[in-house]
């Protein structure tokens, strides 16, 4: 486990409504082979539309090995958050039927990436499909052809 200790930002720095405190608690690998981020964010004097995400780039094929494309993704996910011509979520939530986004079946990342020419890939939020319940549902699958 790895640990961080918490970080804080105001508006000038970071564009919230108002000052936030944010901090990542852990990183914790699992005996069932997850990792588990645990993030938080509290807004100190304003509300503030808050939403922490990982950045992290996956090849599952390995170091050196290519490039992503041909990885196998499905994501439980029917809509994704559109976004202004600088990649800004707008709020606005939209189907992914019908569009280059739809991932609710399994397809290669690089199947229809050429038709995102102007975002050069697939920069967006996904809406994921869940239940009213609020246990853990599965979100996406990734599976590369070589290393299974």
């Not at 790895?2 to 105001?10: A, F, G, P």
């Not at 939403?51 to 599952?60: R, V």
């Not at 196998?72 to 569009?99: C, E, H, M, R, W």
Request: glycine residues 8%.
């Amino acid at each position: 486990m790895i640990s961080d200790r918490d970080k804080s930002t105001d508006i000038c720095v970071s564009g919230f409504l108002g000052d936030v405190i944010i901090s990542v608690r852990s990183y914790i690998l699992s005996g069932k082979n997850q990792l588990v981020i645990v993030m938080k964010g509290k807004a100190l004097n304003k509300p503030t539309p808050l939403n922490l995400a990982n950045h992290a780039y996956w090849n599952l094929g390995g170091q050196n090995s290519g490039n992503i494309l041909t990885e196998v993704v499905q994501i439980f996910g029917s809509q994704i958050i559109a976004v202004d011509n600088k990649l800004i979520p707008t709020g606005k939530f939209v189907y992914v039927k019908g569009t280059t986004y739809n991932f609710l079946k399994p397809q290669s990342i690089g199947s229809r990436i050429n038709h995102l020419a102007e975002t050069k890939g697939y920069d967006i939020n996904y809406v994921l499909d869940v239940e009213k319940q609020k246990k853990k549902k599965l979100a996406a699958t990734v599976q590369d052809k070589k290393s299974g």
